[in-house]
């Protein structure tokens, strides 16, 4: 059963940058898809950006495509989400997830991610 944790969520100013981290134990990031997802309040947890098991591929949302990019250190066993030229609506929980298996494609559901974190607290003032 893999443990994930997030950290790195704070209070920025609209404009900033930051950069999340999300390790795990007893779970591998290489081995299978590892996404990002948020949740601002009283909003349904929507996704964020995933990366492929080899880092062949990455996706995104379309409202933070060209700002958030996501990368992951295996030596480190850690998934990164650097976010740049921050706004208020980032505002919002932000938690890591990871598949169980390897698959192939692009997963966008919370349903297809089997390890979650607690999340991180990201609020973007204006």
């Known amino acids: 059963q893999g443990l994930l944790e997030e950290s790195g969520g704070t209070l920025v100013q609209t404009g900033d940058s930051l950069r999340l981290s999300c390790a795990a134990s007893?779970?591998?990031?290489?081995?299978?898809?590892t996404a990002w997802f948020r949740q601002a309040p009283g909003a349904e947890r929507e996704f964020v950006a995933g990366?492929?098991?080899?880092?062949?591929?990455?996706w995104y949302a379309d409202s933070v495509e060209a700002r958030f990019t996501i990368s992951r250190d295996d030596a480190k066993n850690t998934v990164y989400l650097q976010m740049n030229n921050l706004k208020p609506e980032d505002t919002a929980v932000y938690y890591c997830g990871a598949q169980s298996r390897k698959t192939w494609g692009a997963p966008r559901r919370m349903g297809d991610y089997d390890y979650w974190g607690q999340g991180t607290q990201v609020t973007v003032s204006s």
């Open positions: 990366v492929s098991w080899n880092m062949g591929i990455t």
């Open positions: 007893g779970h591998t990031f290489s081995s299978s898809a």
